[in-house]
């Protein structure tokens, strides 16, 4: 690990992501089979979503605000010890109450991964390969999504839906075994980082000093910088989501696929998800090794990403064959992985490490936000197909890209308070 030790540590921050979106994905993928035996319809989905969504906007801004206050290791302890017992206990369920009060709990400690990540790509990596670490980072909640149709499916097949819950609970808590042993301590603290590694995270001229506490949200939310962020990913995460939450049930209204037929297909779309992660961080850093600067280098890539994803959208709309379409939505999620891993890094860009964590949980909350609205949408504008939400989907995408655009300047820096 001799001068890589920040890549084993992202490297396994994304194996929580896998996991993390096997656990949420599992009652989309077992949806037909639960609601017959619970006596559900697509209406008590929405609101298990919404439920899940609410909670998720919630714990947003309580771990980012979390993990600037108790840390990275103890923040990710947590997080992942209450994601991974509330999606066992779903094996448990008997109703629409009992599932809604579990999609809570999993919804608040599943949100903790995403401003935790943030924050560890802000303390462990310089702004050149900020993007490519959160690329990486991202890659796990595109494997997690092309692992969790088919597993599944298998394990539904093999055990049923209780104890495929039970199952996929259980890798949570043998993540938390590596992560004790590998994550002990930040980079300033860390006994096996070397002197060089060291230097090269402190040592490209981007990282700000973060002495004394991190800036309050309060503070934060007086730039114009921090408002990019929120309003973009306001506009932009809801079509991730659209696709998470609801394509095994648009597969299986449209196409008249079963589970088993939803883990064939469902996994696709989200393999351009994963290329999209790596190829917009590896884009990104090699525009700002070539000489451009930090900031104009994430715009030009985060505009890419909504050119790539406009168009597809728009085809969707017409698409009317199960593979065209899932290759269709495989282009729409390899745009939104090439733009939102450069606008994640965005706050650290911004503000350095000190603050991330809490803009990163805020801006999550705003996207939530927005999905909420998408989420309740979808039931109403689906009800003779989906050509409508597809359609709003690809309408709200430049307006994210404007936000970033319009609001987006440059870094800004806080005082410590000796400073």
Excluded: C
């Excluded at 993007?131 to 969790?148: D, H, V």
């Amino acid at each position: 690990m001799k001068n890589g030790l920040r890549w084993w540590i992202i490297g396994l921050v994304a194996v929580a992501t896998v996991i993390n979106y096997i656990d949420r994905n599992a009652l989309a993928v077992m949806w037909p089979a639960i609601s017959k035996d619970i006596g559900a319809d697509k209406a008590d989905y929405a609101l298990l979503v919404t439920i899940f969504m609410i909670a998720y906007a919630a714990g947003q801004s309580l771990f980012g605000r979390l993990f600037d206050v108790i840390g990275t290791r103890l923040g990710f302890t947590v997080s992942i010890l209450v994601w991974s017992v509330s999606i066992a206990m779903h094996s448990l369920a008997r109703g629409i109450g009992s599932f809604g009060i579990l999609r809570a709990t999993l919804g608040v400690s599943e949100a903790g991964n995403w401003p935790g990540a943030v924050k560890v790509n802000a303390l462990w990596f310089p702004s050149s390969e900020r993007a490519l670490a959160q690329g990486i980072f991202n890659s796990g909640a595109a494997i997690g999504a092309i692992i969790a149709a088919p597993l599944v499916a298998l394990l539904f097949g093999q055990f049923g839906w209780r104890a495929t819950f039970v199952l996929v609970g259980v890798l949570g808590m043998l993540w938390l075994l590596p992560w004790f042993w590998l994550y002990r301590g930040d980079p300033g603290a860390h006994p096996w980082l070397s002197e060089a590694e060291r230097a090269h995270i402190a040592g490209d001229g981007q990282r700000h000093a973060d002495a004394g506490p991190p800036p309050r949200l309060a503070e934060l939310l007086r730039h114009k910088q921090s408002w990019s962020i929120i309003v973009a990913r306001f506009f932009l995460d809801p079509v991730w989501w659209l696709f998470v939450s609801w394509l095994p049930i648009y597969l299986a209204e449209t196409f008249g696929f079963d589970v088993q037929k939803i883990g064939l297909f469902a996994w696709v779309p989200f393999v351009g998800a994963m290329f999209g992660s790596l190829f917009g961080g590896w884009l990104a850093g090699r525009l700002i090794r070539s000489g451009w600067s930090v900031l104009k280098a994430r715009k030009a890539v985060i505009t890419l990403g909504g050119a790539i994803m406009l168009p597809a959208l728009l085809l969707t709309i017409q698409a009317a064959d199960p593979l065209y379409a899932v290759l269709l939505i495989a282009a729409v999620l390899f745009g939104f992985q090439v733009a939102i891993n450069n606008i994640q890094t965005l706050p650290s860009d911004f503000f350095g490490s000190g603050g991330a964590g809490s803009l990163a949980g805020f801006s999550g909350t705003a996207a939530v936000t927005g999905t909420l609205i998408t989420t309740w949408l979808v039931p109403v504008m689906t009800r003779h197909g989906y050509a409508s939400i597809f359609a709003l989907a690809a309408a709200i995408v430049p307006l994210s890209m404007l936000a970033i655009w319009l609001l987006g300047g440059g870094p800004r820096r806080f005082r410590s308070p000796g400073g």
